[in-house]
């Protein structure tokens, strides 16, 4: 210590090393962003296993009144909404309410129109959801399995329509829910494939080949149906009836030559270039089949399930 001119002992000064040596502590936060997203993701897989099995009960014989399944698809197609739009980026928590508010007055109303409207929305989110769950994958064994959780997914969204059980005309509704999810895939897929940049003239030529061989497929079976010969609609009639009462089951073109083989190529093509995010917007061909597969109410249960397990292998 020194002494000033006035008598006064001058402060001792703080030596440099003592203050670099000092690190103020920092408060870590009480939740991290990462620590957040984690429980969002695992509280909306318990809300889907939650939904599904309630949603379970308007196809398997339980005792359960048919409004309690319709909790369960109720809770499906907000959990579909909230999975679609943090996948892609968007708003899960506006969508998320929105479709609850549309469930929640077809629950308490029963208006056709409301009723409808949620079977809609939770068969197309349930089959663009099916689409985005699935990971790239290189080995067999994983595409396997991506695959076996899209049909899984898709799965859950068909049990969810049967349970909403809603007045539809069958192939209005598959149209309307086909359209919308291939808008709905196609707008996320522009993201996430980077747009056209990279397809080069083989995989653009691909998408229109899968585009078209689609419209010729609808165009086709709506045409045979409508203005056949009535010999060409008794003998696909037939076949329907004998592959039906030999093996329970009948498999469905658009899923066989279009959905599960596009979704399964773009998985493993995803491993190398995510343009093959575009090969699997095809795939939510065979997801939306699926999804509205149950929609009409006198659908067999057993037939359909038969049918889509023909179609997956």
Not at 178 to 186: K, N, Q
Request: hydrophobic fraction near 55%; include cysteine; glycine fraction near 10%.
């Amino acid at each position: 210590m020194t002494e000033t001119s006035g008598g006064r002992r001058a402060a001792p000064r703080r030596r440099t090393s003592d203050t670099l040596s000092y690190i103020p502590p920092v408060r870590e936060p009480r939740f991290s962003m990462k620590a957040l997203r984690a429980a969002g993701v695992s509280g909306l897989f318990l809300a889907w296993l939650a939904g599904f099995a309630v949603a379970t009960t308007s196809v398997v014989a339980v005792g359960f009144p048919d409004r309690y399944a319709r909790y369960g698809a109720a809770v499906l197609a907000v959990v579909f909404t909230a999975g679609v739009a943090r996948r892609s980026g968007g708003r899960s928590t506006l969508w998320s309410v929105l479709v609850a508010l549309l469930s929640t007055i077809a629950l308490l109303t029963e208006w056709a129109w409301a009723m409808a409207g949620a079977s809609v929305v939770t068969a197309t989110f349930g089959a663009v959801l099916a689409v985005l769950i699935t990971r790239p994958a290189s080995r067999v064994s994983s595409v396997v399995r991506e695959y076996a959780i899209a049909l899984l997914m898709a799965t859950s969204a068909a049990v969810a329509v049967a349970a909403w059980n809603a007045p539809v005309v069958h192939q209005r509704y598959y149209i309307l829910v086909l359209v919308a999810a291939f808008a709905t895939i196609f707008g996320i897929v522009w993201g996430l494939g980077a747009g056209l940049h990279g397809l080069g003239r083989r995989g653009v030529t691909l998408i229109v080949g899968g585009a078209a061989v689609l419209a010729v497929l609808l165009v086709y079976s709506t045409f045979v149906r409508t203005y056949g010969s009535p010999e060409l609609v008794n003998a696909i009639d037939e076949t329907v009836v004998w592959l039906r009462d030999t093996i329970g089951g009948v498999p469905r073109p658009t899923e066989v030559l279009i959905g599960f083989p596009a979704l399964v190529w773009g998985i493993s093509t995803r491993s190398n270039r995510r343009q093959g995010w575009w090969m699997c917007a095809f795939g939510v061909v065979g997801t939306s089949v699926m999804a509205t597969g149950l929609a009409s109410p006198n659908a067999d249960v057993t037939y359909v399930a038969l049918s889509t397990l023909y179609s997956a292998v």
